[in-house]
């Protein structure tokens, strides 16, 4: 079993709610990666369901930070049909909640194989001419332990705010894989929209920004082997950005999009 | 009071429940228009909370068709701080959800005035020059009476669809302005993302497009006036497609975007 299957598990505790262990190996800064927390919450609202394996939408509000330790998930189906299934789910820890949400759920094999799309794959160059995560500082990696967990390379014409010098594009691009060769599924793509650091990086605003909001459609089974991730921001106003990501699998397709809101840092 | 206001109104009823009358004048093909039930429902949460009356970020689960008439929203606010509060709220029609929430409010007053986009306001032709809704068939009026609660006004390069010509490039852009010069606020953007015809239009595909998701961001007041809306879709696949909303207000800001996930049309 892989890290990433280990540290998401969750274990049934009855009437729809799931325990699981937030493992300490996904802290960056002052809490939990909200990806792997939108992982942990996505597992087991597929294991309250039947028939019904994938996300194919999943919003959720992040209420607090979380920490590593134990964690109770609630789930409450609201409306089951023959195909897809909505769900709300959400994360306690201690007497709160940490981040609530609601999801909707059904088996993307079963979907018709139509692909009509004019969205662009993003251009990277090969993996092992990109920036690996490991190159980053030891006081960074000490402080974003979760930088251990799959291996990122950045595309270097993105990259300049590792080195002082943010394009001010708000673009950050990025191949990603799980550790372990773990292959992606629709359940990693949930981690995988929220893995990188955040796009604000690249407006040379380095620092925490907080998740108001995420909202993740997956739409796809991934092929196997490495993801495209590119994250973009548009619209910085009023202390607050929307950051927009795409993942690509390994044969091309867009296979999740995400939108977040968030706090621009301080 | 305007028509919108009106038949956004909402009364409590204790216990963070309200009451509300659909409006017979949003049914949009077999239902009421989701965009209306949002402006509803987040009347509601406005209503529910003291010193936070705009929504910030709002995401809707479309769980059923509702019809006109009583409904009863039900509000709980799941986190309450000094500057945000984040809400769940259930649209209930006879004895079933319809529509399930989660939202963060706060005070857009209230926010820093930093603007800093890289998005680019949409072009159309001056409203006079485009082409309005009351030139809709007939036919097409009698199942959409949506379209006598507002002034809209098509752009010409991507109003092909009326002509059976779409472009195929999934794009639709209107002006937008409600009955009675009611100036457009925060609330009534949760509407105004939703309102115009399925973007898929555009696509040579007619027909009602089921939202499965909808999450909206408001991020500025709107000044008054014309607002401008932009729809796109880039990705149609496995019989769903996202549309990306853009909201500009008259003074040239991106005040709303959002993005739905729906079914492609039959």
């Known amino acids: 079993m892989s890290e990433f299957d280990q540290q998401i598990a969750v274990q049934p505790a009855g009437d729809g709610e799931f325990k699981a262990d937030l493992a300490p190996g996904w802290v960056v800064g002052g809490g939990v990666n909200g990806g792997y927390l939108l992982a942990v919450i996505g597992n087991a609202i597929r294991a309250s369901l039947q028939d019904k394996p994938d996300p194919i939408a999943i919003s959720a509000y992040y209420l607090a930070a979380a920490e590593p330790g134990p964690v109770v998930v609630t789930t409450r189906t609201l409306r089951e049909g023959r195909t897809i299934a909505t769900v709300a789910a959400d994360l306690v820890q201690g007497d709160q909640t940490r981040l609530t949400t609601l999801a909707t759920y059904g088996d993307l094999g079963d979907l018709p194989d139509d692909v009509r799309t004019s969205a662009e794959e993003p251009v990277l160059p090969p993996p092992d001419e990109c ?136």
Do not use: Y
């Open 131 to 266: 920036v690996p995560n490991t190159m980053a500082p030891e006081e960074v990696r000490r402080i974003a332990p979760l930088m251990e967990r799959f291996d990122m390379r950045f595309d270097p014409a993105h990259v300049g705010w590792a080195v002082g010098k943010p394009s001010g594009n708000g673009v950050l691009q990025a191949w990603f894989r799980l550790n372990d060769e773990r292959e992606p599924d629709p359940l990693s793509l949930l981690l995988t929209v929220d893995a990188l650091p955040p796009v604000t990086f690249d407006l040379g605003m380095p620092g925490w920004a907080p998740t108001l909001e995420l909202t993740a459609h997956v739409r796809a089974h991934p092929a196997p082997g490495w993801l495209k991730v590119r994250h973009a921001t548009r619209n910085m106003a009023g202390g607050m950005f929307e950051e927009d990501c795409e993942v690509w699998d390994s044969a091309g397709r867009l296979v999740a999009q995400s939108r977040q809101l968030a706090r621009q840092p301080r």
